[in-house]
């Protein structure tokens, strides 16, 4: 077994708080073969496919590798911007907004890193990047408002199994979820007002969360409560009465039976029944990425009109608009209180001088 060397910690700096933001990820390119590695790697994860491995891998490799990068590809190609995919760029971009808000509020130094729990930038490199950061004190912060073992957990798997290498690990915390935060919550009922001064109030308003197997809900994954929390959250700091607004699940793959409604399903019948206006949000999603660009702005907006549904809208995700970017900043000040004060630089002048000495007469390296 070989760690990761540690000896490039910088003792004699200042010890500094690490906030490292993990999405989920997306491919570096919408080729196809780019997003065949991105949904290799994802698909491969037992959180969020918990098949038994054999089965499941020949399952993967021998069909859905083969089919799903073609099409998810040219999906991809749809949405694709100048920056690259939208969910990093806007990943980014909140990035660069907390790391200014934490340093005009925090007393001492800060550096936020970004890393995609698939693809790049790879956790292992965000953890480089705090520990050559000096960051002794890591808070670990999943951009999932609600928490499933399929997103929240695997963040945390990743960043602890990369930590399995490092010889000198840093402290950790965890953000394990925020979907009832009231900033949260207010600055989605402002997103959905600002939408309504544009576009007028739509007959009915559909919260469109990202789905998961019905099967990892009966087993205890608190997902499912925590989005109906949110939207009722929601629903009643906009005082809508509660025959306007209906809560649904979208993205489902494969042949089981996922979390219902279906968004897709209730989006034909409401067609279908002559409704006249609908506007759509998805707020399980912190950024807007193929999940909401393609498929419910596009996609799910042909479905409805075309059974014959009238005025159809979709109400972006908060992104880094101002009062998210505080929301963000809000919860990470609170997490970061509490720990103990920093006397001083972790290992001091006269240790690692100590230590250099005796690297030298033992022969270690490390
Ligand atoms: C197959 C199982 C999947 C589970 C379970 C799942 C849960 C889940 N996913 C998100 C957020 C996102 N998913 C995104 C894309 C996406 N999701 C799956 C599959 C599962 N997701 C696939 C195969 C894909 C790739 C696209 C495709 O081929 O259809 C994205 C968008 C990424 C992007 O690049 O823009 C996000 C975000 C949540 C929140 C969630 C469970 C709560
Ligand atoms: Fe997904
Ligand atoms: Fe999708």
């Given at each position: 077994m070989s760690f990761v060397n540690t000896l490039d910690f910088r003792h004699d700096s200042p010890e500094c708080l690490g906030v490292l933001l993990v999405n989920l990820g997306t491919p570096d390119t919408p080729g196809v073969p780019d997003v065949r590695r991105y949904l290799a790697e994802f698909l491969w994860d037992p959180r969020v496919v918990e098949m038994a491995r054999l089965p499941w891998w020949l399952l993967l490799h021998g069909m859905i590798l083969r089919t799903r990068p073609a099409r998810s590809a040219h999906a991809y190609q749809s949405i694709w911007t100048e920056d690259g995919s939208p969910l990093l760029a806007i990943a980014r971009r909140q990035a660069t907004a907390l790391q200014g808000l934490l340093e005009a509020r925090l007393p001492g130094p800060v550096r936020v890193a970004l890393a995609m729990r698939y693809?790049?930038?790879?956790?292992?490199?965000?953890?480089?990047?705090?520990?050559?950061?000096?960051?002794?004190?890591?808070?670990v912060f999943p951009l999932y408002p609600q928490y499933s073992a399929s997103t929240t957990a695997s963040a945390f798997d990743a960043v602890t199994r990369e930590l399995t290498r490092w010889r000198w690990l840093p402290e950790l915390r965890f953000i394990n979820q925020y979907h009832d935060e009231p900033g949260y919550i207010d600055a989605l009922a402002a997103s959905i007002r600002e939408?309504?001064?544009?576009?007028?109030?739509?007959?009915?308003?559909?919260?469109?969360?990202?789905?998961?197997?019905?099967?990892?809900?009966?087993?205890?994954?608190p997902y499912h409560c925590q989005c109906q929390k949110t939207a009722r959250l929601v629903a009643e700091r906009l005082g809508l009465a509660r025959e306007r607004w209906f809560l649904s699940f979208q993205s489902r793959l494969g042949r089981q039976e996922w979390l219902r409604p279906y968004t897709d399903e209730t989006l034909k019948e409401w067609g279908a029944a002559g409704v006249k206006s609908v506007q759509v949000l998805s707020p399980g999603f912190s950024a807007d990425c193929l999940e909401t660009l393609e498929e419910v702005a596009i996609e799910n907006s042909h479905l409805f009109q075309e059974a014959g549904g009238g005025s159809y809208s979709y109400i972006p995700c908060l992104n880094d608009r101002p009062d998210h970017m505080t929301m963000l900043a809000d919860l990470v000040v609170r997490h970061s209180g509490g720990w103990p004060e920093v006397s001083g630089p972790a290992v001091d002048a006269a240790g690692l001088a100590e230590r250099a000495s005796r690297a030298r007469t033992m022969g270690a390296k490390d």
């Open positions: 693809g790049n930038p790879s956790v292992p490199a965000a953890l480089a990047e705090l520990k050559a950061a000096n960051a002794r004190r890591v808070l939408h309504w001064a544009r576009h007028g109030e739509p007959e009915r308003l559909l919260f469109s969360f990202h789905g998961i197997p019905r099967d990892y809900f009966e087993q205890g994954d």
